[in-house]
């Protein structure tokens, strides 16, 4: 059976999307919100493909199931239409803000919102103003970014030199990181486009009783004061998602960033994963400034690995010890737990973090590879002896980073020392964390990522918990709660791996003393 | 397509990340890195994460290393020159040239590709040019030395002394933005680099006292706004760029700025100088896109990402400044480029 795609968002990312996943052999649901009348020119979709089915003026209800079997639920001219994919791929559009209310002004024909000014809606300016008869703000109210520091340049370099008319910027933060945007400020600049720029200060604005603009401000380059009254004012926007970007994360239970966008702050979700496999998020839904071509190959790549066959290795739950108590359904960051008459796992879907298998309360989740006894590790070769002989001591670590750490730990003393690899230190359970002391080890290390790094959102926070408990137990028993001791790091943090082992050893050798 | 090959020059994250794309879809790769080990610069810098990660990406760059590294589809050769390139009826016939190495005398490689990716990345500006004093005063530093410190010893000391700094200033937008040297182009990376090293400094030492010397603070990151209004509570910001840096007999330097013509010029010293030196292309880049028969280079750059109808493409930081995040999305993009290329669909 061929297998399907359903994008949400008719924009050129999702339409590319839409028909580069035809080329590849898959079949493809476009979801637009525009109703049939207003949709996008026939030509821009691939309507004549086999294989694509558009669903004008509609919007996901539910959606239920995972990576491989999506059952979604969508609403388009007031009927329900049932869907499935294999994978979903949110490239819906962004909106702008426009930021009058942050500077205090009103739209009005004389204070237009960047998108809404075009230089042939100027009528010659009946009466000649002195300085610029249009002022950009730029910056000012909250951080611009480039693509509006783009727009803004070219609107005043057109007006002076297509125009003939005056134009200032007056700008907080230039952003100019992106292609050619120093370049186009020096060109405005030597066209005669006056750009102001402030650093803590802002200039005052006023609308006066003739309703005009008065700007007063000091130059902070010269320390002169400057009055303006232009003709225009434009005003500046925020970009930020769209309100079909949001609710499609909600419903999908995507992470979202702290602005809105989705995909979440996670670096390893770049360049267009989410927290769900399965689920790509581009263009302009996840990004401001994206290219829509890069991105919606980017997201045909991840959807294409979403639908190559799910490694053998997967969580599996036994139906004869589980007891539905829905443990795994509630924790896995991946949403790969589904309720079908039990809970199951989507083998597309699941990470193969292990934290389902760790937390579940009737060990009824088995993965393979990573039961205690068969997890990967490199043993300590010397056993140490002898009162001052190295402790021996296991490093369980996550392979996304302190593993890739340990590798690199050039000056790392490995005597008496067992690094074990887990996919994820979620994985870890309390007794996984204990097995080593009833091997005669003096001591467990758990290294994980940093806070807000973890691949499965909260593995972490459940190694975190686990030490906790392994370390309450220890401390009962009056072993130590020093025995066991989380670590953070990163996959570049060599130098600091072999440290934490040095100063974790000498801990343990104090304690031998007491 | 099974049979497929692709011949990638360059083994930093673009590179690499290439690599990873095009062997996860089954073709073979061969990359050549001309350093004796892969990574390329990304693999230099240091994690700033104060408390939690601030998603500087740079950990990502030994995640693809290893993973490019286990890959069964990929042939890493370091130490190792492409010494020839032909361009014959859709082929690339190549010969890599691999130094000895410790395991192994020098050999060169023979080899046929469909397609071929420039990915050699960027040359970090050289501020030895510059009137910081870089090269001559030994607490003038540049951003890469900083994070290399970072990385390799765990905190910062002034080289003259191995002590502590004090008053630490950096110097934004050094061989960037610049019309003096033709740069007319913002590095992109550099405002994110300083003011998250910066944090993770003052994090470490509150009582080290900061001041970052800037033209504009550019946009980086999902949480902007909250990193930018943190960082002004800690670092004291200054819209000027020093003209120049003088040694003081005490061996503490000397930076001069005008911050508004009406105030004059202003002096202060410090004991540890960061120059955010900026990217610039690689002096052979011209040459590279020329044998690969790729447009040549307009202001330093391979603004083009492939050469029209054939099999050449260009990815990463050989195109322009970019940051780690973008130059892994333009390698996949470019990975999906030569999926189509190969099936004739572009
Ligand atoms: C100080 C500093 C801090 C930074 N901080 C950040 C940050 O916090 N976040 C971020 O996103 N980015 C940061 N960056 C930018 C980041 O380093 C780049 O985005 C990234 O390294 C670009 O990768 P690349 O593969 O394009 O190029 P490179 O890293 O330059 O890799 C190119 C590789 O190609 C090899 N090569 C070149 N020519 C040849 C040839 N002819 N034959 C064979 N091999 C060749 C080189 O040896 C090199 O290994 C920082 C950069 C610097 C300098
Ligand atoms: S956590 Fe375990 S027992 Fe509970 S539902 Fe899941 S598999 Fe069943
Ligand atoms: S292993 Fe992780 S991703 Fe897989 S089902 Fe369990 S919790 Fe979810
Ligand atoms: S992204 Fe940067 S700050 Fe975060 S863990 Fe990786 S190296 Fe550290
Ligand atoms: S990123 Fe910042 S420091 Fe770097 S060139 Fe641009 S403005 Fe200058």
């Known amino acids: 059976m061929t297998a399907r795609a359903c994008i949400f968002g008719d924009t050129d990312c999702g339409r590319q999307t839409a028909r580069h996943l035809l080329d590849a052999g898959v079949d493809v649901l476009l979801v637009s ?90 009528s010659p300016a009946a009466e000649p103003a002195e300085g610029p008869q249009v002022v950009f703000l730029n910056g000012l109210a909250g951080e611009s970014h480039p693509c509006i520091a783009a727009e803004t340049l070219h609107a005043a370099l057109r007006l002076r030199n297509e125009h003939g008319i005056k134009a200032a910027i007056l700008t907080g933060n230039l952003k100019v990181a992106a292609d050619g945007l120093e370049a186009l400020s020096r060109e405005a600049r030597a066209a005669g486009v006056l750009i102001f720029k402030f650093a803590a200060a802002r200039p005052e604005i006023r609308t006066e009783a003739d309703g005009k603009i008065g700007l007063n401000f000091i130059d902070e380059v010269t320390g002169d004061s400057c009055r303006m009254t232009p003709q225009w004012l434009v005003v500046d926007e925020q970009i930020v998602p769209s309100a079909a970007a949001r609710d499609l994360a909600r419903l999908l239970s995507i992470e979202t960033d702290a602005g809105g966008f989705v995909q979440g702050d996670n670096v390893h979700r770049l360049p267009v994963a989410t927290n769900r496999r399965g689920i790509v998020a581009a263009g302009a839904s996840r990004s401001i400034g994206a290219d829509p071509a890069a991105e919606a190959a980017n997201a045909v790549l991840e959807v294409l690995s979403a639908l190559d066959p799910a490694p053998g290795d997967r969580a599996a739950i036994d139906p004869g010890r589980c007891i539905r108590c829905l443990t795994c359904l509630r924790v896995c960051p991946h949403y790969a737990v589904v309720l079908e008459t039990r809970p199951v796992v989507a083998p597309a879907a699941c990470e193969r973090c292990g934290i389902c298998a760790a937390e579940c309360p009737r060990g009824a989740i088995r993965i393979p590879g990573l039961a205690a006894e068969e997890l990967p590790a490199e043993r300590a070769s010397a056993p140490a002896s002898g009162k001052n002989g190295a402790p021996r001591l296991t490093a369980f670590c996550c392979s996304r980073s302190a593993g890739i750490a340990a590798r690199a730990a050039g000056a790392l003393d490995r005597a008496g020392l067992s690094i074990v690899e887990v996919p994820c230190a979620g994985s870890l359970s309390a007794e996984m964390l204990l097995a080593p002391f009833a091997r005669g080890e003096e001591g467990v290390l758990v290294m994980t990522c940093h806070a807000d790094n973890c691949h499965s959102r909260e593995g972490r926070g459940f190694a975190a918990r686990r030490t906790e408990q392994a370390a309450g137990f220890l401390r009962q028993c009056g072993a130590g709660a020093e025995r066991v001791k989380l670590v953070a790091l990163a996959a570049n943090m060599g130098r600091e791996f072999a440290e934490s082992v040095a100063e974790f050893r000498r801990t343990l050798l104090t304690l031998r003393g007491t | 397509m099974t049979d497929q090959r692709v011949l990638i020059i360059g083994g930093g994250i673009g590179g690499l990340t290439t690599a990873l794309a095009l062997a996860r879809r089954r073709i073979q790769v061969d990359l050549v890195e001309q350093a004796a080990a892969v990574g390329g610069h990304a693999v230099r810098l240091s994690c700033k994460a104060t408390g939690s990660c601030v998603k500087c990406g740079a950990c990502l760059a030994d995640q693809t290393v290893a993973a490019a590294a286990a890959h069964p589809g990929i042939r890493l050769f370091t130490a190792c020159r492409a010494a020839e390139i032909r361009y014959a009826s859709g082929r690339y016939h190549y010969l890599l040239a691999q130094a000895p190495q410790h395991d192994r005398p020098a050999r060169t490689i023979p080899g046929e590709a469909g397609a071929v990716v420039l990915a050699s990345g960027f ?35 002034r080289p003259s002394n191995g002590a502590a700094p004090e008053r630490a200033a950096f110097i934004q937008c050094v061989g960037s933005r610049d019309a003096s040297l033709g740069h007319l182009w913002c590095s992109g990376f550099c405002c994110a680099a300083a003011l998250r090293a910066a944090r993770l400094l003052k994090h470490r030492r509150p009582e080290l006292a900061i001041t970052l010397f800037y033209i504009d603070i550019q946009t980086f990151g999902r949480d902007f706004e909250s990193v930018y209004a943190q960082a002004r509570a800690e670092i004291r910001f200054v819209r000027a760029i020093p003209a120049d840096a003088f040694q003081t007999e005490e061996g503490r330097l000397r930076l001069s700025w005008v911050e508004t013509s009406a105030q004059g010029s202003v002096e202060e010293e410090f004991d540890l100088v960061v120059l955010s030196a900026g990217m610039t292309p690689r002096p052979e880049i011209a040459a590279l896109a020329g044998s690969l028969g790729l447009s040549p280079p307009t202001a330093g750059f391979l603004t083009a990402n492939r050469s029209p109808g054939e099999g050449a493409f260009v990815v990463g930081t050989a195109r322009g400044p970019m940051g780690i995040a973008d130059t892994i999305a333009d390698a996949r993009r470019t990975a999906w480029d030569i999926i189509r290329f190969f099936e004739g669909r572009g």
């Open chain 1, 33 to 122: 919100r525009r109703n049939p009348a207003a949709a996008a020119q026939p030509a821009a979709l691939p309507a004549d493909r086999a294989g694509f089915e558009l669903l004008p003026g509609g919007r996901l209800g539910a959606c239920r199931g995972a990576a491989g079997a999506f059952t979604l639920s969508l609403e388009s001219g007031g009927r329900t239409v049932i869907r499935t994919a294999d994978a979903v791929v949110v490239a819906e559009s962004e909106e702008r803000l426009a930021l009058h209310p942050a500077y205090g002004l009103h739209p009005s024909p004389r204070v237009v919102s960047l998108s809404a000014f075009s230089p042939a809606m100027l």
């Open chain 2, 123 to 157: 040359q970090p500006f050289d501020p030895s040019g510059k009137p910081y004093g870089y090269g001559r005063y030994p607490d003038v530093v540049t951003n890469l030395d900083l994070e290399g410190m970072l990385r390799e010893a765990g905190g910062v000391r």
